[in-house]
């Protein structure tokens, strides 16, 4: 009877713990504003923003899914920004275009005391297919570049343009 017991409250203490961990999995996919001392971001609902990953990047967030056929070891969708200190917005901008393979936009624009350029590519790498989008900022008050890159499995375009035009727009300096 004792160990009947025992097992009983066992098994319930492993139900609750399974929930907790399930929640506390599925929260981290929710939709989220990332506030630092330098700039804020919106990471969108289905992306996860990985702690503790020492990436080099300011912010790094990707979806949940990986892609198919060839892309399966690829996400369908990630998000980096990288800050530059030493390095000038017409260099940063001209080594996004190049890496962006195909460019479908590209727009300069200068508000108070940011210059802006927005970018959008289409490459092949390895036979994948993507699509690049790029925000890259001055910010003439932090005296730093921030570049915002974006990309998608072209395949999967569709199901990410929302997230994609959330990250672009909500990602403002300081």
Do not use: W
Request: aromatic residues 10%; proline residues 1%; glycine residues 6%.
């Amino acid at each position: 009877m004792e160990i009947l017991i025992i097992g009983g409250i066992l098994v319930a203490l492993m139900a609750y713990v399974s929930t907790k961990i399930k929640k506390s999995a599925a929260s981290a996919y929710q939709r989220e504003t990332i506030e630092t001392d330098e700039f804020s971001i919106i990471k969108p609902e289905n992306f996860i923003n990985p702690t503790g990953e020492n990436s080099g990047f300011a912010f790094t967030a990707h979806s949940k899914d990986f892609g198919t056929g060839e892309a399966e070891e690829f996400r369908q969708a990630q998000t980096n920004l990288r800050v530059y200190s030493n390095a000038g917005f017409d260099e940063v901008c001209r080594n996004a275009r190049q890496s962006a393979g195909k460019i479908i936009s590209n727009e300069t624009t200068e508000s108070g005391n940011e210059k802006i350029c927005f970018l959008n590519g289409e490459k092949t790498e390895n036979e994948i297919e993507t699509e690049v989008f790029y925000k890259i900022v001055e910010s003439g008050k932090q005296n730093k570049i921030y570049e915002l890159k974006i990309s998608v499995l072209s395949e999967f375009r569709e199901n990410y343009s929302a997230a994609v035009n959330e990250l672009l727009q909500s990602f403002t300096i300081k």
